[in-house]
């Protein structure tokens, strides 16, 4: 079938009923090319399958997966001109911020228009709260579980507020800012609080994640769930304040908690499964997820997110064995155990929606895409009807060039289907 050429045309409507786009720094165009450096949250890990498209061959090492934000960044591809691959995908599940050099120092002197950057969670030990606080479990001489969770937030705690970390984090931003083109844009994602506000007495507080009955331990208690939300407001803030505030022009930070509401573990509207380890509309992996990847994990030997599972694993009671049951890939597996407590696809899609609704926004002067609240019409040069398509305000899309329906890009990180108007 031939296909059509199409001509697009904007017809901007204002609405009574919603208020004009805030205006932001504009830039004149779209990316025309891409890095992404970081660790876990943006290699994906848990998030699908394996790549085999990455420069430096690392990744299965690295746990970069075809759910992640960044290879979802490639699949939509608002580039302009499209990218026709991706290899420059540095971030490594288990990086931590002395890492950044390294992955910078793989671009071999490239530079790019778009770089994204996920980092800090090691560094502030995101990974040993989660084996201390939500999957310890019993074993001789040890009483006092919750005093050993205690300590480890108090560790993250002091991490979060030491000076020298958010220096050191800044210097690494400023580096990995060194490989943008001119005018081009760094982007730093942070964390997703795990929990919504605990209530007292809810499901959780008697919920063990341990899913072996005879080892469980600690419950998910309230004031640990809160201890640990707090833990990464308080990261978020201070990558706002202390490094984007800091770093100069071209570096943004996008809040990716706010689009998690509602797909956290815990919810109240989750009261029969709190946990919800295959319940899609929870976007967070634990160590019953059935995760998507079947084949060999084979980490990165400087992967500190797998020396905290490694010390879990290595003080395992003989006898332990998965429950009665269970269809994923194993609790004493790495991959199964490095994917706890990251996000699922739709909470890594999410993340991307919102990268991607953020470079819309300011590319409004390229001419090459359209915001919010407004008319997209679409008509072909054989005289066919237009096709009018409604575009809500803080959503955007970047003008088609063929007969595709275009993709809307929300703020809230969602891609609501084009409504005709």
Request: aromatic fraction near 10%; include cysteine.
């Amino acid at each position: 079938m031939a296909q059509l050429l199409v001509i697009s045309y904007l017809t901007l409507l204002t609405f009574a009923s919603a208020g004009p786009v805030e205006p932001r720094q504009q830039s004149l165009a779209l990316p025309k090319s891409y890095v992404a450096f970081g660790d876990s949250y943006s290699a994906g890990i848990g998030s699908g399958k394996f790549l085999t498209i990455s420069a430096d061959g690392a990744d299965n090492a690295c746990a970069r997966m075809d759910g992640s934000y960044p290879w979802e960044i490639f699949k939509f591809n608002l580039f302009e001109p499209v990218l026709t691959e991706f290899r420059d995908f540095y971030s490594c599940s288990g990086a931590v911020m002395d890492d950044i050099g390294t992955q910078v120092q793989k671009l071999q002197g490239k530079k790019a228009d778009l770089i994204t950057l996920s980092i800090s969670g090691n560094d502030f030990f995101f990974g040993e709260i989660v084996t201390e606080c939500v999957y310890p479990y019993k074993i001789t001489g040890i009483s006092d579980f919750q005093k050993i969770c205690s300590d480890a937030l108090t560790k993250s705690q002091n991490a979060v507020k030491d000076p020298a970390n958010w220096n050191k984090y800044l210097s690494k931003v400023l580096l990995a800012k060194s490989a943008l083109n001119p005018g081009g844009t760094l982007i730093i994602t942070g964390y997703a609080k795990f929990f919504p506000t605990p209530q007292t007495n809810d499901k959780c507080e008697s919920t063990y994640f341990m899913p072996v009955t005879a080892f469980q331990a600690l419950t998910m208690k309230k004031d640990n769930r809160l201890r640990m939300n707090s833990l990464v407001d308080d990261v978020n803030s201070h990558i706002q304040t202390e490094v984007v505030a800091k770093a100069g022009d071209g570096v943004h930070f996008i809040d990716i908690d706010k689009a998690f509401e509602g797909h956290r573990f815990c919810e109240p509207k989750n009261g029969n499964d709190p946990i919800g380890s295959n319940n899609a509309d929870v976007w967070f992996n634990d160590l019953e997820t059935t995760l998507d990847e079947t084949g060999p994990y084979n980490p990165a030997s400087t992967n500190l997110e797998m020396q905290a599972w490694n010390k879990w694993s290595s003080g395992l009671p003989a006898g332990f064995k998965d429950p009665p049951g269970f269809t994923g890939r194993g609790i004493t597996d790495k991959l199964q155990q490095n994917s706890s407590f990251h996000p699922k696809s739709p909470g890594q899609k999410s993340i991307t929606v919102q990268i991607l609704n953020y470079l819309i926004m300011n590319s409004v002067k390229s001419g090459k895409v359209t915001v919010g609240p407004a008319q997209y019409c679409m008509t072909t040069n054989h005289g066919a009807p237009q096709k009018c398509f409604q575009i809500p305000a803080g959503c955007g899309v970047k003008n088609a060039i063929d007969n595709t329906p275009p993709t809307i890009f929300c703020a809230d990180g969602t891609t609501p289907t084009p409504t005709l108007s």
